[in-house]
Antibody, heavy 124, light 110 residues
Framework: QVQLQESGPGLVKPSQTLSLTCNVS??????????WTWIRQHPAKGLEWIGN???????YYNPSLKSLPTISIDTSKNQFSLELNSVSAADTAVYYC????????????????WGQGTLVTVSS | QSVLTQPPSTSGAPGQRVTISCSGS????????VNWYQQLPGTAPKLLMY???QRPSGVPDRFSGSKSGTSASLAISGLRSEDEADYYC???????????FGGGTKLTVL
């Protein structure tokens, strides 16, 4: 079955770039109808959707985020990535990658598979 | 403060039925599907209910979802200790142009 696994540094200094990768195993990231998503959860708080990417490279980001993320996809490696520039302590969170069924912009999308999450702490 | 409002906590005894509400507006719940996610302690969220009332494979039929107007509900019957978790509703918001989550409800099984 399809599984997702996040990887990346657990500690990032303020003003630097946060970079995470999600490896997808057990299925092709290029399969149509699925979108690939990043979601984060601040400590002891709720969930925040960051953005989506399709295998074609089309992206959509949460317009409420203070700093615009960059989500990219590498179909040859079956993985997708997240970059957040100029991070601050407010970006400290557990970051999850997830698979989205249907286009989230259609209002019919949902996150049907999640990675285990990775904690990223922003601190000097 | 979340656009979708959930009670911060609820509780019930084993075997009882509990309901978790999710209140929104015309631009989100009324217009789009509602999904529910279960987060067991120390784990990642998991899809519990999608498209208002559809259970993914493997989710017991003790869990049910409904939607009416600008509100949605998740009901859990025959409460079990393993149901103790945080529950989040989520949907797309046409005005904000983003996917939004409720603040989460912590379910305690007494």
């Amino acid at each position: 079955q399809v599984q997702l696994q996040e990887s990346g540094p657990g500690l990032v200094k303020p003003s630097q770039t946060l970079s995470l990768t999600c490896n997808v195993s057990g299925g092709s990231i290029s399969r149509g109808g699925y979108y690939w998503t990043w979601i984060r959860q601040h400590p002891a708080k709720g969930l925040e959707w960051i953005g989506n990417i399709y295998y074609s490279g089309n992206t959509y980001y949460n317009p409420s985020l203070k700093s615009l993320p960059t989500i990219s996809i590498d179909t040859s490696k079956n993985q997708f990535s997240l970059e957040l520039n100029s991070v601050s302590a407010a970006d400290t969170a557990v970051y999850y990658c997830a698979r989205t069924r249907q286009d989230i912009l259609s209002g019919k999308g949902y996150f049907d598979l999640w990675g285990q999450g990775t904690l990223v702490t922003v601190s000097s | 403060q979340s656009v979708l409002t959930q009670p911060p906590s609820t509780s019930g005894a084993p075997g009882q039925r509990v309901t978790i509400s999710c209140s929104g507006s015309n631009s989100n719940i009324r217009s789009n599907i509602v999904n529910w996610y279960q987060q067991l302690p120390g784990t990642a969220p998991k899809l519990l209910m999608y498209s208002n009332n559809q259970r993914p494979s493997g989710v017991p039929d003790r869990f049910s979802g409904s939607k009416s107007g600008t509100s949605a509900s998740l009901a859990i019957s025959g409460l079990r200790s393993e149901d103790e978790a945080d529950y989040y509703c989520g949907t797309w918001d046409d005005s904000l142009k983003e996917y939004i989550f409720g603040g989460g409800t912590k379910l305690t099984v007494l």
